[in-house]
DNA sequence: GGTCAGTTGTTGTT
DNA sequence: AACAACAACTGACC
């Protein structure tokens, strides 16, 4: 069957690299030539309204503990800037996926993004300036890895955005895999409230919740969770969590790695799923992250923080936290859940390559009842056994 | 049609 | 710290 119909592959970042270049005011001193501004207060022909108030937005007034420690504006975007460019070396050994996820007291990322995203801080002003540090110093990372790289995923992401037809949506979406998500919104909003159970997956939410911001592993692992790796839900559903409460939210950034973190385009391998109990601790054995946003674990002993429900009765008393009661059971039992989620996946991949990327929502229907229906044999399979054996 | 690489997996062994 | 086994995806390139 011919692939023209459907099912396109999406642009790869290297590819992208090479057809974008390198751009000519790239090289350019730091001392840019500014084209003319027009004189302050010169709005020409633009239809100037109010700044709305957040109550305008649609965020209410909540009664928060402690609030997002990001403040806004130009000032402080140059500021952390020039903080984080201060340490070459840092700068240039930079290799994003060796950051701690767990680092809040001093997060492992520059945290510039929500300036890039509302115009506070200029992508090519930063970019210039990594540009000149690189000059500077015997060695540094480069992309995909490197802190350059990681502005240069950010028009990557633009311009896939840009050229792919409905990109924010798994339906009518040629770049998209057709997947037989569920609809619970029950797990959903256990997993939008941070009560899942597992504290590795709830501190993050909570840390989104509060502050806007989380690092970049930290996403994905709540992101794996909801979607492919536990929980199975239309990644659409988190995408729109992300998106009301990220201080970073970028349309284009958040979908691409919403449609990256589901396997559902620019990255396939829906075999690899972060642990939400082993990926954490890695990081911090002692689950102090936990311990910070999720306060009624914080004398759960470390040998039990991140699989609370193992603890013993005696020990979730000794630490004021009764699983059920003060913090919640798991919704769902990683190990089986996982398996369940890598099966669906197998047979959601083997229907879009045999239509070739044309899946209709009549095939996901079906695919969905047979998901189904191949569990039920399952557990008879195993009842056989048991009686044979 | 085969090979190889791909920004960020896990578990277990040496 | 580095490696293989796990089970095996896609896309680029030949």
């Not at 680092?103 to 510039?112: C, D, H, I, Y």
């Not at 996982?338 to 669906?344: A, F, L, N």
């Not at 083997?350 to 996901?364: F, I, W």
Request: glycine share 6%; proline share 7%; aromatic share 12%.
């Amino acid at each position: 069957m011919s692939k023209k119909n459907g099912g396109k592959p999406p642009l790869s970042y290297q590819s992208f690299l090479k057809l974008a270049g390198e751009p000519s005011w790239a090289s350019s001193p730091l001392s840019i030539t500014l084209s003319s501004l027009p004189p302050v207060g010169n709005t020409g022909n633009c239809n100037i309204s109010e700044v709305p108030t957040v109550e305008e937005l649609g965020y209410e007034e909540t009664q928060q503990d402690e609030l997002s420690p990001f403040r806004g504006g130009e000032t402080e975007a140059l500021k952390r800037l020039r903080e984080s460019i201060e340490n070459k070396e840092w700068v240039a050994k930079f290799e994003k996926p060796k950051g701690d996820p767990s680092a809040f007291l001093k997060p492992a990322t520059t945290v510039l993004s929500p300036y890039l995203k509302f115009g506070c801080l200029s992508s090519r002003y930063f970019y210039i300036c990594l540009k000149d540090l690189y000059k500077n110093v015997k060695t540094h990372t480069v992309p995909p890895v490197s802190l350059a790289g990681q502005l240069l995923w950010r028009d990557f992401f633009y311009t896939v955005a840009f050229g792919t037809p409905s990109f924010d949506r798994m339906r009518g979406n040629k770049i998209c895999k057709q997947i037989p998500w569920n609809d619970d919104d029950e797990l959903l909003v256990a997993w939008r409230e941070a009560r899942t159970g597992f504290p590795w997956i709830d501190a993050i939410m909570t840390q989104l919740r509060m502050w806007g911001w989380m690092h970049h592993l930290a996403r994905h692992c709540v992101a794996c969770f909801l979607t492919r790796g536990d929980l199975f839900v239309h990644w659409e559903k988190g995408r729109d969590v992300f998106e009301r409460l990220l201080i970073d939210s970028d349309w284009a950034i958040n979908n691409g790695n919403w449609l990256w973190l589901s396997c559902s385009s620019f990255f396939y391998q829906y075999n690899r799923i972060y642990s939400p109990i082993s990926f954490g601790k890695k990081y911090d054995p002692n689950g102090d992250y936990i311990r910070h946003f999720l306060p009624v674990l914080k004398d759960m002993p470390k040998e039990y923080i991140y699989e609370p429900w193992t603890a013993p009765l005696s020990i979730q008393n000794k630490a004021k936290c009764i699983i059920g009661r003060d913090y919640p059971k798991p919704v769902v039992a990683h190990d089986s859940a996982s398996k369940d989620c890598r099966r669906r996946m197998a047979e959601a991949y083997a229907l879009n390559q045999k239509m070739s990327g044309m899946v209709s929502a009549e095939d996901l229907r079906n695919l969905r009842r047979k998901l189904e229906e191949d569990k039920k044999p399952e557990v008879e399979n195993k009842r056989q056994r048991k009686l044979i054996g």
